[in-house]
């Protein structure tokens, strides 16, 4: 079983950033795409973010495109999600999720693609 940590959600008001990070075991990390999701309550889960494993690609879901950024440091199997601007909107669970796969170039922003997840962690943003 493959175990992916997140970590870096919290507490802020509006406009403020956090930067979000997963690690995730070596062999996994330096082979997959990785990619950052989300989950409010009562809603479903939702593409944030994916980072192809050369690292040279990203995509982004357009709500938080120009305020968040995917980046990965495979020296330390680490993939980060740094936001800024944060909205209330963006208040709710972040996932990362892992897909080993043989092409450096891969994005992912489909779930079932996906082939670990990690346990989540909250952000909460006030007005």
């Known amino acids: 079983q493959v175990q992916l940590e997140e970590s870096g959600g919290g507490l802020v008001q509006a406009g403020a950033s956090l930067r979000l990070s997963c690690t995730a075991p070596?062999?996994?990390?330096?082979?997959?795409?990785m990619g950052w999701w989300r989950q409010a309550p009562g809603k479903g889960r939702e593409f944030v973010a994916s980072?192809?494993?050369?690292?040279?690609?990203?995509i982004y879901e357009d709500s938080v495109k120009g305020r968040f950024t995917i980046s990965r440091a495979d020296a330390k199997n680490t993939v980060y999600l740094q936001m800024n601007g944060l909205r209330p909107e963006d208040t709710a669970t972040y996932y990362c999720?892992?897909?080993?796969?043989?092409?450096?170039?891969?994005?992912?922003?489909?779930?079932?693609?996906?082939?670990?997840w990690g346990q989540g962690t909250q952000v909460t943003v006030s007005s």
């Open positions: 980072i192809s494993w050369s690292g040279e690609l990203t």
């Open positions: 999720a892992a897909r080993p796969t043989p092409d450096r170039s891969v994005l992912i922003n489909v779930a079932s693609e996906y082939d670990y």
């Open positions: 070596a062999r996994t990390f330096r082979t997959s795409t």
